[in-house]
């Protein structure tokens, strides 16, 4: 089903990020490892998410709803998973199905991974080699692909590795099967990644060590440790407050505050791009969340200029580019983003996806191996096309809040995959006010 965005004169409001998309896989995953109950508010009820807590059900926690956003966990602990007797099915969820790989790996159990179409056609070498090296074994496609059979071993054995790609979700896998390895498993990343599983396994009472060096940063963990239950308050989603700070940053008048939204230096990326390129970005400290520092964001229509994204910021922003996409479009001048060849295997080739969704309406842009140059409309994107989504969240959002600044609207092919990741988008955009309908133009 089509839905376009109508451009409108003004945004205004605020809104209160949703929970965290990946600090919710993490809190239930390591609620169903740990001994005891653990409770988790704030959880996002995105598909994915609750994906992932069916997972670990059939994998032998027990996971309840409790209220909104209130989750209660009773861990396996100890005693380990259970041998699932059903697929694990994780739906468009690269990072449940990548992290549970590394929890499945340390266990006697066998467990066929299956997702939808476009996760199953997203590389799990990436993960399967380490974890083959530590001494699982697999059946898949020779593309290393969904669907795909793990057979996991309780005497796994510890490894040193360098992914050669920068990757929270393979340092995570790896981690969490150093859990349950013999001796002590390192990663060392050239380019550190978001940090949530490290500190969350610290919260649950496991040791995790971690040294920065540079923009490197290597993390490692001693096998046998247990995990004790937790109270766990997931913050607020930056890559969700992102669509809503562009929103405002495009407009014409208005300003959004988004409130509790977690600053990590792992994850703000976008905004301070967008700082480059003149976006006012406020921030005011609210306290803390799960060992992470909270703040309310206020973002005001602005004039943006086109710039060149420093490399050294890709990691930190490699979920926002496509909506990074929409900011170059509407500035003035030329914006190139470079050494973001991961956007090739994200949940769609977000390289061609952006650079289809901008062309389609009437902005010119330059597809690179690694990247994208993007000439901007100086405020005047022209609009009136129709954006192929190819099923992923971020191409969809990312083009109707484009829909919304430009000179005709904007449509998309299929809404019905944000709820992956921002069940509450087109409610929180409605009352921002835009003008977002179910059809085509
Ligand atoms: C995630 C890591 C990132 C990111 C994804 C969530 C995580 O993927 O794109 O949306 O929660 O660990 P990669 O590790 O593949 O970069």
Same mark, same amino acid.
């Given at each position: 089903m089509a839905w376009t965005s109508h451009p409108v004169a003004k945004i205004a409001g605020t809104i209160r990020a949703p929970g965290d998309k990946s600090c919710s896989h993490r809190a239930l995953i390591l609620g169903g490892l740990a001994n005891g109950i653990s409770e988790i508010s704030g959880l996002l009820e995105g598909e994915d998410v609750l994906n992932t807590g069916h997972v670990m059900a059939a994998l032998g926690a027990k996971v309840e709803r409790l209220g909104d956003g209130l989750w209660q966990v009773e861990g396996v602990g100890d005693a380990g998973l259970k041998q699932p007797s059903i697929d694990l099915e994780f739906g468009n969820s690269g990072t449940g199905s990548r992290l549970i790989m590394g929890v499945v790996a340390g266990h006697d159990i066998k467990a066929r991974f299956v997702g939808d179409e476009s996760l199953s056609g997203r590389p799990m070498g990436r993960v399967l080699d380490p974890l083959s090296e530590m001494g699982i074994k697999y059946t898949a496609d020779d593309g290393k692909t969904m669907p795909l059979t793990l057979e996991g071993r309780s005497d796994l054995s510890s490894i040193e590795y360098t992914p050669p790609h920068a990757s929270a979700?393979?340092?995570?896998?790896?981690?969490?099967?150093?859990?349950?390895?013999?001796?002590?498993?390192?990663?060392?990343?050239?380019?550190?990644?978001?940090?949530?599983?490290?500190?969350?396994?610290?919260?649950?009472?496991?040791?995790?060590?971690?040294?920065?060096?540079?923009?490197?940063?290597?993390?490692?963990?001693?096998?046998?440790?247990?995990?004790?239950?937790?109270?766990?308050?997931?913050?607020?989603?930056?890559?969700?407050?992102?669509?809503?700070?562009?929103?405002?940053?495009?407009?014409?008048?208005?300003?959004?505050? &988004?409130? #509790? @939204?977690?600053?990590? =230096? !792992?994850? %703000? *990326? $976008?905004?301070?791009?967008?700082?480059?390129?003149?976006?006012?970005?406020?921030?005011?400290?609210?306290?803390?969340?799960?060992?992470?520092?909270?703040?309310?964001?206020?973002?005001?229509?602005?004039?943006?200029?086109?710039?060149?994204?420093?490399?050294?910021?890709?990691?930190?922003?490699?979920?926002?580019?496509?909506?990074?996409?929409?900011?170059?479009?509407?500035?003035?001048?030329?914006?190139?983003?470079?050494?973001?060849?991961?956007?090739?295997?994200?949940?769609?080739?977000?390289?061609?996806?952006?650079?289809?969704?901008?062309? &389609?309406? #009437? @902005?010119?842009?330059? =597809? !690179?191996? %690694? *990247? $994208?140059?993007?000439?901007?409309?100086?405020?005047?994107?022209?609009?009136?096309?129709?954006?192929?989504?190819?099923?992923?969240?971020?191409?969809?959002?990312?083009?109707?809040?484009?829909g919304t600044a430009s000179q005709q609207p904007v449509s998309i092919d299929d809404a019905s995959m944000i709820a992956t990741s921002y069940p509450d988008f087109m409610d929180h955009m409605a009352s921002l006010g835009a003008d977002i309908r179910e059809g085509g133009q």
């Open positions: 979700q393979v340092k995570s896998c790896i981690l969490l099967a150093g859990l349950r390895a013999n001796g002590e498993t390192i990663v060392h990343e050239s380019r550190m990644t978001r940090d949530h599983s490290e500190k969350m396994l610290r919260g649950f009472g496991v040791e995790v060590r971690s040294k920065r060096n540079g923009a490197g940063n290597t993390v490692s963990i001693e096998g046998g440790q247990s995990l004790t239950a937790q109270e766990t308050r997931v913050p607020g989603d930056p890559s969700s407050a992102a669509f809503l700070a562009a929103t405002a940053m495009i407009s014409k008048s208005g300003g959004v505050l &988004v409130e #509790g @939204v977690m600053s990590n =230096e !792992t994850r %703000d *990326g $976008f905004f301070r791009a967008a700082a480059l390129m003149g976006a006012h970005v406020g921030a005011e400290d609210v306290g803390d969340a799960c060992g992470e520092r909270l703040i309310d964001m206020s973002f005001e229509s602005a004039e943006l200029i086109g710039k060149q994204i420093p490399i050294e910021l890709v990691p930190s922003m490699i979920d926002e580019f496509p909506i990074l996409a929409v900011l170059a479009a509407q500035a003035k001048g030329i914006t190139v983003v470079k050494g973001a060849s991961e956007l090739r295997v994200k949940e769609s080739d977000r390289i061609s996806a952006v650079v289809n969704m901008l062309r &389609v309406n #009437g @902005v010119e842009v330059e =597809e !690179t191996e %690694d *990247g $994208f140059i993007v000439t901007g409309c100086n405020g005047a994107i022209p609009g009136g096309g129709m954006v192929e989504t190819h099923h992923d969240h971020r191409i969809a959002m990312s083009a109707l809040v484009m």
